[in-house]
């Protein structure tokens, strides 16, 4: 059975948020933070959405449930198939293309955070590295279990399943302008990640909005 994980109390303490003061915010008692934190209480969805919320971040990037506490951070690093390479963003759906029609929408907040915790993982060996043994292993698992999967399933894999980083920065880039940010954008982020390393993927997509003046939206 797989355990509770959080990062709570890291998000709070970047934010300077005091537990009395997050529980006032998101409705609940104060010990009910402090169990949060230590992993002791599972959340209802809408306290974890109103917690993410106030921390500016992903549910994603604060809760999870993992097999160990290395699979966790695993997952928090952005181990995880995110909604792109799940196929679950259509980028010809009617909300991605409202997202960049009427401004700062969460449909194109969320994609942003997403690349942003890409390129964190990019610029980052020790993260890259985690990200990459752990994708090698589902991708090698997949394909053991499908043997009728599409040849392009593995486009940023050699032979062996190993993952090749030049191909998959590529496809990251060509994820970006099929969602129609700018050119030179992939490498715009991976500035601002070095420029922010303490800022969670959500907080770092919106400051990127801020000080670039929305041009990727």
Known sequence: MSD???????YREKLNLSQKKLAEKVNVSR???????????????????DIAEELHAGVDEIFVFAESEEEAEIV????NTDMLEAGSMDLHDQAYQEGYEIGISEVALDMLAVMVKHAGMFVSEERWKRYKKSEEERYRKYRKEHLDCPENYGRCYDDQGCLIKEKWVEDQKT????M???????????????KYPGLTPGALARRILRESEYKYI
């Open 4 to 10: 509770f994980y959080t990062r709570m109390k890291a």
């Open 31 to 49: 010990e009910t933070i402090v169990r949060l934190e230590q992993g002791k209480y599972n959340p209802s969805l809408k306290l974890a959405v």
């Open 76 to 79: 928090f690093e952005g181990g």
């Open 175 to 178: 994820i970006m302008n099929c």
């Open 180 to 194: 129609g940010f700018p050119k030179g954008s992939w490498e715009d982020l991976c500035v601002f990640v070095k």
